[in-house]
């Protein structure tokens, strides 16, 4: 099988002649022109992963759980890829070991938060930090050329982040930058006179298409730092002068310019010619600084006037060779090897990966990946106690289910299991490499369709929709298109609906493609017309959106428009623009009912509480005109909020927001319960991967809440089926009788402008 669709790390060699990658668990070695693609490992019932290689190309380190526990291996290239396990302490998860210049040392840092170095020779391992304000811990660390200084980013309890500097032979560490700034990606320049770094200095406003509200964004710029007060600033004041210089200067300098001083180093920063922007993985190159920004990889000179270059354009990764002359990039599905300068030619370079081939042996991958899916949660879950249960002994529970593992989809069952042993929301298991059948592009035609005993198909309604927006756009409701509730579909594409037995046969691969109908307004082909429709990949938007507009009608009769009415379908991207969308346009209502119900969560719902909690701060007063508030989308007047079972996860968090905010009434039934967070752990081997919950609700007393439990209502209403059934709504007839009742007890009183004032 050819495993490079499975490729997790990538390197390149000091001269970039050939290219390392891990993929399926094995070490590659590819050439960039000439030679054989070789497997390096061949490990049987190991995963190896991390690779990269020494600077003087002599070693390769990586990591390989073949002892159970990952562990940090080095293969000689001089000895026959002779291997040397250099670590055997493993007990928590391990990141990618870095290389110092030398070749003489490795910097990694672990789940526990902790950065180390070790030395490659005797294996001994040296603490340098720990970080206990950031879940990642320390995961951006880099080396000075003269392998002397480390110069890492720390998380502060602001959550900002800062460099940190430590000096291998004082055995010190110090603080580079203050907690007023956020900085990250420090690297050295290859002479190692400067630092180079992204911090969040830039203060842009932007401001919202729709009210008076604004963001920061494009903070980021690119920093540089001479590495003591002997080396002149990066950008100077340009001026030609001649200068004297001692051999007996010329030796100090050379001997202490790569020294970094730690104090008054936030004195030494200057900015590089790049516009503030969005910056990431910076590596240092001659005379500039390779970065990941504006959707490719780019450059910026470290002249004054420099400007920002594209080297290529798509690169999601790259990595750099020892000498600086060559480039691993990673955009698309392709790998190449270009040079670290401006309008560089992807394809051109693209390496051959044709023979990354590996012979899959499926019970050996599974027994790898059940370890390492338990593995997993012990180490990302956010109670190192797994909510009391002995982690060790749940392995060997299931051990005698994993040895009789037949097919994938039994690991993906017993992971599940295993998973369940912790009692926890948010823990997933999604599957690797299984077969894939081929799916047609069905088209649908957004309508509610129901056979007829005449053979053709009714519709019995057409699902109305907003056609400027493709996800809700409704084929059948389109402008220009003869269709109408009741309606009979006699023919598709010339094809009688009668000659199938299923109708939507033919509609097999339209999505997106022009169909022709025959509709009639009565079941014969008499009298019928044609029209031409482009059906849709999915009715959910159109049934959702006609669901969302018969609650809020729904709501408008029973309160004679006096209370508005916004669903909530998620607390990420619908969820946030449902929220602008339909609320912001709402707040002259007298009332206000928000409904939660079968919210999917996403996002913390901070902002989106924030807007719900917003009250009049003044009015302003214009000539001729009604005065206007501030902020202008801010409702006064009572709310209520509808949850149920189906309440969950940032669908949890917002009704505990509306009761801690003192919104209003929640009615309708407990939520789900299930407000314990992800933010990303590794993958399987194979692709796979099993989800585990990193971090959990705390009320601000310091108890657990919500998870496991949900939110209770303050009235309870059930959503009984059969009413639902007969048009009703009983928990939205009940938020509405609420509301009805808290306006006429507090009558909303309108503003009355006086004259304006004459006495002065």
């Given at each position: 099988k050819n495993v490079s669709d499975f490729i997790d790390s990538m390197s390149i060699s000091h001269d970039g002649k050939r290219a390392l990658f891990t993929a399926r668990g094995e070490l590659f070695s590819v050439p960039v022109k000439q030679g054989p693609t070789r497997n390096l490992s061949y490990t049987a019932k190991g995963r190896e992963i991390d690779a990269s290689w020494s600077p003087n190309g002599r070693y390769i380190a990586y990591m390989s759980d073949e002892s159970g526990e990952y562990e940090i291996y080095l293969k000689d290239r001089s000895d026959n890829n002779a291997t040397k396990q250099l670590t055997s302490n493993g007990t928590i998860w391990r990141f990618t070991p870095i290389w110092s210049p030398d070749s003489s040392k490795l910097l990694f840092a672990d789940k526990n938060h902790t950065l180390w170095w070790i030395d490659a020779k005797s294996g001994k391992?040296?603490?340098?930090?720990?970080?206990?304000y950031d879940e990642e811990g320390i995961r951006q660390y880099t080396w000075s050329p003269n392998s002397e200084d480390i110069v890492y980013v720390k998380n502060n309890e602001n959550r900002y982040a800062s460099l940190w500097h430590y000096n291998i032979d004082k055995k010190k560490v110090t603080r580079l930058t203050d907690e007023m700034t956020n900085e990250q990606n420090p690297t050295f320049s290859p002479d190692g006179q400067y630092l180079y770094f992204s911090s969040e200095r830039d203060f842009n406003l932007a401001f919202s298409s729709y009210e008076f509200d604004y963001m920061f964004n494009r903070a980021t710029r690119i920093y540089a730092a001479a590495v003591n007060d002997s080396i002149k600033p990066l950008i100077a004041l340009q001026s030609d002068e001649t200068a004297i210089v001692s051999d007996k200067q010329k030796d100090d300098d050379k001997k202490n310019s790569n020294n970094l001083q730690s104090s008054d180093f936030m004195q030494r920063v200057t900015a590089l010619n790049a516009p503030a922007g969005d910056y990431r993985s910076l590596t240092?190159?001659?005379?500039?600084?390779?970065?990941?920004a504006n959707g490719g990889l780019q450059l910026i000179g470290t002249a004054h006037d420099s400007e920002l270059e594209t080297v290529a354009k798509g690169v999601s990764s790259y990595t750099i060779s020892s000498n600086?002359?060559?480039?691993?990039?990673?955009?698309?599905?392709?790998?190449?090897?270009?040079?670290?300068?401006?309008?560089?030619?992807?394809?051109?370079?693209?390496?051959?990966?044709?023979?990354?081939?590996?012979?899959?042996?499926p019970q050996i991958e599974w027994q790898q990946m059940y370890v390492e899916g338990w593995r997993t949660l012990r180490d990302w879950f956010y109670d190192e106690n797994h909510h009391g249960q002995d982690w060790d002994a749940i392995l060997a529970k299931y051990q005698p289910m994993a040895d009789a593992i037949s097919h994938r989809s039994d690991l993906d069952y017993i992971l599940s299991e295993i998973a369940g042993e912790i009692n926890s929301g948010h823990i997933y298991v999604q599957s690797g490499d299984m077969p894939k059948a081929e799916r047609k592009k069905h088209g649908l035609l957004g309508a509610k369709l129901t056979s007829d005993p005449s053979g053709y198909v009714k519709i019995e309604q057409i699902f109305q929709g907003e056609n400027w927006h493709e996800d809700f756009r409704s084929p059948l409701g389109t402008t220009g298109v003869k269709a109408h509730n009741g309606d009979y579909i006699i023919a598709v594409n010339g094809r009688s609906v009668k000659d199938v037995a299923n109708f939507y046969e033919l509609l097999e691969n339209t999505q997106g493609e022009q169909v022709e109908l025959v509709l009639n307004s009565k079941p014969r082909s008499k009298g019928a017309w044609q029209v031409t429709v482009k059906p849709v990949a999915s009715e959910q938007g159109l049934r959702y959106l006609d669901w969302v507009n018969s609650r809020a009608a729904y709501v408008d009769k029973l309160s004679n428009g006096r209370i508005g009415y916004v669903h909530l379908p998620n607390t990420a991207y619908e969820g946030n623009r449902a929220m602008?969308?339909?609320?912001?346009?709402?707040?002259?209502?007298?009332?206000m009912i928000i409904d939660d119900r079968y919210n999917?969560?996403?996002?913390?719902?901070?902002?989106?509480?924030?807007?719900?909690?917003?009250?009049?701060?003044?009015?302003?007063?214009?000539?001729?005109?009604?005065?206007?508030?501030?902020?202008?989308?801010?409702?006064?007047?009572?709310?209520?909020?509808?949850?149920n079972g189906y309440s969950s996860s940032g669908g949890d968090a917002i009704p505990y927001y509306f009761r801690q905010a003192g919104l209003g009434k929640l009615i309708g039934t407990r939520t789900w319960g299930g407000l314990i967070g992800i933010s990303g752990n590794p993958?399987?081997?194979?692709?796979?991967?099993?989800?585990?919950?990193?971090?959990?609700?705390?009320?601000?007393?310091?108890?657990?809440?919500?998870?496991?439990?949900?939110?209770?209502?303050?009235?309870?209403?059930?959503?009984?089926?059969?009413?639902?059934?007969?048009?009703?709504?009983?928990?939205?007839?009940?938020?509405?009788?609420e509301l009805l009742?808290?306006?006429?007890?507090?009558?909303?009183?309108?503003?009355?402008?006086?004259?304006?004032?004459?006495?002065?």
């Open positions: 391992q040296h603490k340098i930090d720990t970080s206990i240092a190159v001659k005379d500039g600084v390779l970065t990941l600086g002359e060559h480039l691993l990039v990673h955009a698309g599905n392709d790998y190449s090897l270009i040079e670290p300068k401006a309008k560089q030619d992807l394809a051109a370079n693209k390496l051959d990966l044709s023979n990354m081939t590996l012979k899959i042996e602008f969308k339909n609320y912001m346009p709402q707040t002259t209502k007298d009332a999917g969560g996403g996002f913390i719902p901070e902002h989106m509480i924030t807007w719900l909690a917003r009250k009049p701060l003044n009015y302003w007063k214009r000539r001729g005109v009604e005065p206007t508030k501030t902020p202008q989308f801010a409702h006064n007047g009572p709310k209520a909020m509808l949850i993958s399987l081997v194979d692709g796979g991967q099993v989800i585990a919950a990193t971090f959990r609700i705390l009320d601000n007393d310091g108890n657990w809440i919500i998870e496991n439990e949900g939110v209770t209502p303050d009235i309870k209403v059930v959503d009984r089926p059969e009413l639902i059934y007969q048009g009703k709504d009983p928990s939205i007839e009940r938020a509405v009788e009742k808290e306006l006429k007890d507090n009558p909303k009183k309108p503003l009355t402008v006086p004259p304006a004032p004459t006495d002065f």
